[in-house]
T-cell receptor, first 109, second 115 residues
């Protein structure tokens, strides 16, 4: 079967750096995406990696290693507003999104 | 604002009833996806339509059905409702048939409470 593994919860301090990992096992792979979802809100797209390496978008960066079937989302200079759930998702060989269960990021002042 | 519109935003109904959730995709998007999210749970993919045709099916119960109309809006029909169907139902849309670059855009969701 297809699966994505990510930690259920991560806690960090405001102003710090946090990394959310995602490992996947899917039928084919076109890319790894990250979405952010605040409580009661809609998921919103953060980043996409199709090739190995680091993609940076402001305070957020996303990394992919296809050989390790692994990626991570790096959040720097954490702000309270970054408290949310973060989902990784893989585009499989049928161009379908396979979702992880989500990581709840708790930020403490 | 993602451009995806869902109605109603909130709905309370009794067990055994039937409801219809409506979704208007972003202008120009041909694909519509439906997801279910129970409290503090992940996103469960239900079904996808592309330009009026069913494209992919996920963990959708037989009591649930969906369709996409010629004007590309979509409806999700939930029948014989059970308490466990209480959830946030998201509609999402994308331009392409497949989730190219995974940029799909979500609506704000429809909160369904079954009592």
């Amino acid at each position: 079967g297809q699966s994505l593994e990510q930690p259920s919860e991560v806690t960090a301090v405001e102003g710090a750096i946090v990394q959310i990992n995602c490992t996947y096992q899917t039928s084919g792979f076109y890319g790894l995406s990250w979405y952010q979802q605040h409580d009661g809100g809609a998921p919103t797209f953060l980043s996409y990696n199709a090739l190995d390496g680091l993609e940076e978008t402001g305070r957020f960066s996303s990394f992919l290693s296809r050989s390790d079937s692994y990626g991570y989302l790096l959040l720097q200079e954490l702000q309270m507003k970054d408290s949310a759930s973060y989902f990784c998702a893989v585009t499989d060989s049928n161009y379908q999104l396979i979702w992880g269960a989500g990581t709840k990021l708790i930020i403490k002042p | 604002d993602s451009g995806v519109t869902q109605t109603p935003k909130h709905l309370i109904t009794a067990t055994g009833q039937r409801v219809t959730l409506r979704c208007s995709p972003r202008s120009g998007d041909l694909s519509v996806y439906w997801y279910q999210q129970s409290l503090d749970q992940g996103l469960q993919f239900l079904i996808q339509y592309y330009n009026g045709e069913e494209r992919a099916k996920g963990n959708i119960l037989e009591r649930f059905s969906a369709q996409q109309f010629p004007d590309l809006h979509s409806e999700l029909n939930l029948s014989s409702l059970e308490l466990g169907d209480s959830a946030l139902y998201f509609c999402a849309s994308s331009v392409a048939q497949g989730a190219n670059r995974n940029t799909i855009y979500f609506g704000e969701g429809s909160w369904l409470t079954v009592v």
